[in-house]
């Protein structure tokens, strides 16, 4: 048996298995933690994907991690519990798909990554008999996701911060209606409000007795389950060993990681694309060479990709063998060359994501919003300044049209169809604390809530 090891991207703290990575989220050194070698899979074990349903793929992929630290029936239950929703790969055109990572339980691919990582949270906790509290400040999908993956999770409990004027109805709904282990609270603020909030109380020495633990991007756990369907796209449009060009809608880049985990693990990729909004830290640097996060970060339509300085880059810079450490600062240059060779990235501004809404809905009736019409451009972008030739090529559509009604009406003069599990979860009864953004009221509140 062969236990993998994590290393931080920082270098200095030591290396970690599965659950200490998992547990610590961000390493000591304030690093992300990485796999110190990647695991194979031979052309063959990929090519045999073509015929197993996904929750047996991501079996198949993430027992390479799991090794010596979940037993391999526990972590085959897991999947088969976690991803029993569809994804739909639509066609548009010759050998180019949309896939729909919207059928999860709160609509967005946050799922893919939130039902995954509770179990193992659930798992580890078991074992080591501890307790531990969720903290977490959403504007909408991370909290929706992390919300309903860990609802009656034994010994998690969940705390859910959300600016109270900057969340949809329905986006609220899916976090609010849960109730046992999981609270809520409307901060009368901004959203970085809530994550100022959160962020002292992980500082705080008056809360340093308390189990606090984050779901935030930068774990691992929330990484590795977001390869799988990279894989599974592949094995149902592309022959075994074809390379497959992907465009991937990216705010911090775990998603888009996701997809170079899966190359590094041996998945043949044409072109790997990375469409942001007008967030553009990326493909200047890419362009350039010179990094510089965008700060503040922009507001644009796909706000969940609303990121100055995205958390993974870390990470695709040491894929590359550079170092760059958390503030942004680069103290070692990644192959730019290589990474110019195997990646594509562009900037898509507001007005090109509407007119893509109203483009691809004309042209193929496809409905798309605002993250997947990034993502949609940004393979356009692409198209421009190299072939595709007769290669498969998948675009990502990130979150459900229906969670953004008024900009889609406004988009193309139709309300989308609600699915069902989320009309039902708009005729649930609200249940959520409001507080302003105090955080002397915050640090009771933690204190208190805990001894009941
Ligand atoms: C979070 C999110 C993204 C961005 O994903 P990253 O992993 O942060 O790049 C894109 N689309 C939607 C709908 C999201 O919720």
Redesign the pocket.
Known sequence: MHTLLFRSTNQQSPAANLREAFLQGLAPDRGLYFPEKFPKLTADEIASFASLPYHEIAFRVLSRYTEGVIPSDTLAAMCSSAYNFNIPLEKTYDRVHVMRLDQGPTA???DFAAQMMARMSGHFLNETGKQLTILTATS???GAAVAHAFHNIPGVRVIVLFPFDEVSRSQRKMMTTLAQNVRTIAIDGKFDDCQAMVKRAFADPALQHLPLSSAN?INIGRLLP?SVYYFYAASRIAKPGEPIVFS?????????MGAVVAGQMGLPIKKLIASVNSNDAFPRFLETGHYEKIVPSRNAV?N??N?GH?S?LARLVAVYGGRMDETGKIHQMPDLAAMRRDLFSSSISDERTRETIREVWNKYELLLEA?GAVAWRGFLDWLEVEPLGNAPAVILE??NPAKFPEEIEKTIGFSPDVPPAMEAMNQMPEDFDRMTADYEKFRDYLVTKHQS
Not at 248 to 256: E, K, L, Q, T
């Open positions: 967005s691919f946050k909408g999908d991370t991007s977001q991937v809608p990216s705010g911090n880049f775990g998603d888009m796909s969940a990709m990121v995205p993974n993250h990130t979150a």
